[in-house]
Protein backbone atom coordinates (compact mmCIF):
# COMPACT_ATOMS: atom_id res chain seq x y z
CA UNK A 1 0.00 0.00 0.00
CA UNK A 2 1.52 3.23 -1.04
CA UNK A 3 1.89 6.51 1.27
CA UNK A 4 -1.64 8.52 -0.68
CA UNK A 5 -3.64 5.07 -0.06
CA UNK A 6 -2.70 5.42 3.78
CA UNK A 7 -3.56 8.90 3.79
CA UNK A 8 -6.57 7.92 2.48
CA UNK A 9 -7.21 5.33 4.45
CA UNK A 10 -6.31 6.91 7.83
CA UNK A 11 -8.27 10.19 6.90
CA UNK A 12 -11.18 7.66 6.44
CA UNK A 13 -11.18 6.64 9.82
CA UNK A 14 -10.71 10.03 11.18
CA UNK A 15 -14.11 11.09 9.34
CA UNK A 16 -15.52 7.51 10.97
CA UNK A 17 -14.61 8.41 14.79
CA UNK A 18 -15.53 12.32 14.13
CA UNK A 19 -19.50 12.12 13.76
CA UNK A 20 -20.23 10.01 16.97
CA UNK A 21 -17.36 11.47 18.97
CA UNK A 22 -19.09 14.53 18.58
CA UNK A 23 -22.54 13.41 19.91
CA UNK A 24 -20.37 12.72 23.06
CA UNK A 25 -18.84 15.57 23.95
CA UNK A 26 -19.48 19.54 24.39
CA UNK A 27 -18.42 22.03 22.41
CA UNK A 28 -19.66 24.99 20.80
CA UNK A 29 -21.47 25.43 17.97
CA UNK A 30 -19.67 27.38 16.07
CA UNK A 31 -16.66 24.56 16.58
CA UNK A 32 -18.99 21.88 16.43
CA UNK A 33 -20.20 23.38 12.86
CA UNK A 34 -16.79 23.56 12.03
CA UNK A 35 -15.45 20.14 12.45
CA UNK A 36 -18.61 18.32 10.87
CA UNK A 37 -18.24 20.80 7.88
CA UNK A 38 -14.80 19.45 7.61
CA UNK A 39 -16.17 15.69 7.99
CA UNK A 40 -18.95 16.41 5.03
CA UNK A 41 -16.45 17.91 2.76
CA UNK A 42 -14.63 14.49 2.65
CA UNK A 43 -17.44 12.23 2.83
CA UNK A 44 -20.05 13.95 1.09
CA UNK A 45 -22.47 12.21 3.50
CA UNK A 46 -26.29 13.75 3.44
CA UNK A 47 -26.52 12.82 7.74
CA UNK A 48 -23.07 14.97 7.95
CA UNK A 49 -24.28 17.62 5.76
CA UNK A 50 -27.31 17.38 8.17
CA UNK A 51 -25.71 17.36 11.33
CA UNK A 52 -23.42 20.24 10.13
CA UNK A 53 -27.06 21.72 9.71
CA UNK A 54 -28.48 21.01 13.04
CA UNK A 55 -24.92 22.47 14.66
CA UNK A 56 -25.31 25.54 13.00
CA UNK A 57 -28.58 26.71 13.67
CA UNK A 58 -27.74 26.04 17.22
CA UNK A 59 -25.23 29.38 16.67
CA UNK A 60 -26.65 31.92 18.60
CA UNK A 61 -24.93 35.33 16.70
CA UNK A 62 -26.99 35.75 13.68
CA UNK A 63 -24.16 36.68 11.38
CA UNK A 64 -22.27 34.24 12.61
CA UNK A 65 -24.75 31.79 11.87
CA UNK A 66 -25.76 33.52 8.52
CA UNK A 67 -22.11 33.05 7.35
CA UNK A 68 -22.43 29.11 8.63
CA UNK A 69 -25.40 28.40 6.62
CA UNK A 70 -23.98 30.16 3.54
CA UNK A 71 -20.63 28.14 3.43
CA UNK A 72 -22.92 25.01 3.86
CA UNK A 73 -25.17 25.71 1.24
CA UNK A 74 -22.00 26.77 -0.81
CA UNK A 75 -20.41 23.07 0.09
CA UNK A 76 -23.53 21.48 -0.93
CA UNK A 77 -23.93 23.24 -4.24
CA UNK A 78 -20.38 22.16 -4.72
CA UNK A 79 -21.22 18.45 -3.92
CA UNK A 80 -24.10 18.42 -5.99
CA UNK A 81 -22.53 20.10 -9.29
CA UNK A 82 -20.44 17.55 -10.52
CA UNK A 83 -23.22 14.54 -10.36
CA UNK A 84 -25.51 17.35 -12.01
CA UNK A 85 -23.11 17.11 -14.94
CA UNK A 86 -22.44 13.41 -15.30
CA UNK A 87 -26.02 13.37 -15.17
CA UNK A 88 -26.53 15.68 -17.76
CA UNK A 89 -23.94 14.42 -20.23
CA UNK A 90 -25.96 11.03 -20.38
CA UNK A 91 -29.00 12.73 -21.17
CA UNK A 92 -29.13 13.03 -25.14
CA UNK A 93 -29.40 16.07 -26.73
CA UNK A 94 -32.78 17.65 -27.34
CA UNK A 95 -34.37 16.93 -31.05
CA UNK A 96 -37.13 19.23 -31.35
CA UNK A 97 -37.20 19.30 -34.96
CA UNK A 98 -37.24 15.38 -34.84
CA UNK A 99 -34.15 15.26 -37.75
CA UNK A 100 -32.13 12.16 -37.33
Same mark, same amino acid.
Given at each position: ? @???????????? %????? +?? =???? #?????????????????????? @???????????? %????? +?? =???? #???????????????????????????????
Amino acid at each position: M @DNQQQLFDLRGQ %IINEL +TP =LMES #VTVEPQQKFAILLLASRNNGSS @DSFRAAYEAANK %IEDNN +TK =LDAL #VELLEEIEFQLRPREESTAKNVPPSNPDNQP
